[in-house]
């Protein structure tokens, strides 16, 4: 492994990326505010199943498939960004649920689970993210091949965002909590988190690079 010192400055330039306001913080934010609470967490917790495919990539060294053919990257890119598009339509335009309240809530749960890890693993920005950002801590001359290193410094990495994802997530909750819990204002918040979801989608698909 790295020197401890090597370890710790990767904790802390992890640490400082994982604040830093992205699209990550703004889909959790999305489904909490479209699903509640419990959707929320279960969308946070499938964005980071979801990156270990990443993890693993870049363990293996298949991430760098992305650069070297861009159509790969491109074709991953606009699925990902049309999948983004069509579960903010479908957030958008769906009805208030006429299930029991902890069964419509498991169901949506559910729902954003399946639908995260997807949104995730279509996310190509991720695998960049990795390929960029790990090589710069691991060591050569460590005991630990190249891989375990790839391996555990994503790991970590995925930790510490997929911790400030929670924490967006229950910031998302109390704000919607003060808010008068009525049917329609429980469709407004459905819609807007719609909404956002389909201009992250657009965004993703118009973005260059």
Known sequence: MPSFDVLLAFIVTTALFSVLPGPSMLYAAARTMAGGRQAG??????????????????????????????????????????????????LFRARQSTDAGTTGATRSARQAFAQSITVE????????????????????????PLWLQFAILGTVAN???????????????????????????????RRVGGAILVGMGVHLALQRG
């Open 121 to 144: 693993v279509l996310n190509p920005k991720t695998a960049l993210f990795f390929l960029a950002f790990l090589p710069q801590f691991v060591d050569g001359a460590a005991s630990f």
């Open 41 to 90: 967490l279960m969308a946070a917790l499938g964005l980071h199943l979801g990156a270990y495919v990443h993890v693993a990539a870049a363990a293996a060294g298949l991430s760098v498939l992305f650069h070297a053919v861009p159509i790969v990257y491109a074709g991953v890119k606009l699925a990902g960004a049309l999948y983004l598009i069509w579960l903010g339509i479908t």
């Open 159 to 189: 930790i510490l965002f997929g911790l400030v994802d929670i924490v967006v997530v229950m910031l998302a909750t109390v704000i919607i909590g003060r808010l008068k819990r009525s049917s329609g204002v429980q469709r407004l918040m």
